[in-house]
T-cell receptor, first 111, second 117 residues
Framework: DAKTTQPPSMDCAEGRAANLPCNHS???????VYWYRQIHSQGPQYIIH???NNETNEMASLIITEDRKSSTLILPHATLRDTAVYYC????????????FGTGTSLTVIP | DAGVIQSPRHEVTEMGQEVTLRCKPI?????LFWYRQTMMRGLELLIY????????DSGMPEDRFSAKMPNASFSTLKIQPSEPRDSAVYFC???????????????FGSGTRLTVV
């Protein structure tokens, strides 16, 4: 699976949009981009995933660049409860290919 | 749906003792995964099962660790004998399809915090 690079930490003001970047310059054509987050003391939680097109769900939006070498997770109106570690993972979706988590970005939402 | 259920939530044991962690996956999920999380190493995949069969245990750190899945609704991770360096949070996750192709990928449990003294 392609390696990902994320900033180790970010701050965001409550109510503002949080934009979390991820670089995956070695991504291949059949690899998806997944985002998970882990709130302190809890198990990781799925947020969103995509292949080429931008995606949006009730939690967040995922913007993938045209060359697919980077992506941005957007939390449109960050709340204090969004304070967590956010993991960007790229992987081929097939049997035997599992999720491997890196170090992620620690997002702190500031009141 | 109660989600993935792990027990116990916390376990404190003495070095050398046997420790058994338990996991009940979401009903209907065919794949089950055990992860370990420490500050130093982050989240590590230990082993995963597909249809109750262990598929890849290359992440299991050593022979002291063993995992079983006797049926579709129950799995155990055993450490015997336990050592202080095994102290970590152990997560279980399940997925409706092998490899986590489902839209939500994995669903994780709340974890078991193991402390070996």
């Amino acid at each position: 699976d392609a390696k990902t690079t994320q900033p180790p930490s970010m701050d965001c003001a409550e109510g503002r949009a949080a934009n979390l970047p991820c670089n995956h310059s070695t991504i291949s054509g059949n690899e998806y981009v997944y985002w998970y987050r882990q709130i302190h003391s809890q198990g990781p939680q799925y947020i969103i995933h995509g292949l080429k097109n931008n995606e949006t769900n009730e939690m967040a939006s995922l913007i993938i660049t045209e060359d697919r070498k980077s992506s941005t997770l957007i939390l449109p109106h960050a709340t204090l409860r969004d304070t967590a570690v956010y993991y960007c993972i790229v992987r081929v979706v097939r049997t035997g290919n599992q999720f491997y988590f890196g170090t992620g970005t620690s997002l702190t939402v500031i009141p | 749906d109660a989600g993935v259920i792990q027990s116990p939530r916390h376990e404190v044991t003495e070095m050398g003792q046997e420790v058994t962690l338990r996991c009940k996956p979401i009903s209907g999920h065919n794949s089950l995964f055990w992860y370990r999380q420490t500050m130093m190493r982050g989240l590590e995949l230990l082993i995963y099962f597909n249809n109750n069969v262990p598929i890849d245990d290359s992440g299991m750190p050593e022979d002291r660790f063993s995992a079983k899945m006797p049926n579709a609704s129950f799995s155990t991770l055993k450490i015997q004998p336990s050592e202080p360096r095994d102290s970590a949070v152990y997560f279980c996750a399940s997925s409706p399809q092998a490899g986590g192709q489902g839209a939500s990928g994995y669903t994780f449990g709340s974890g078991t915090r193991l402390t070996v003294v």
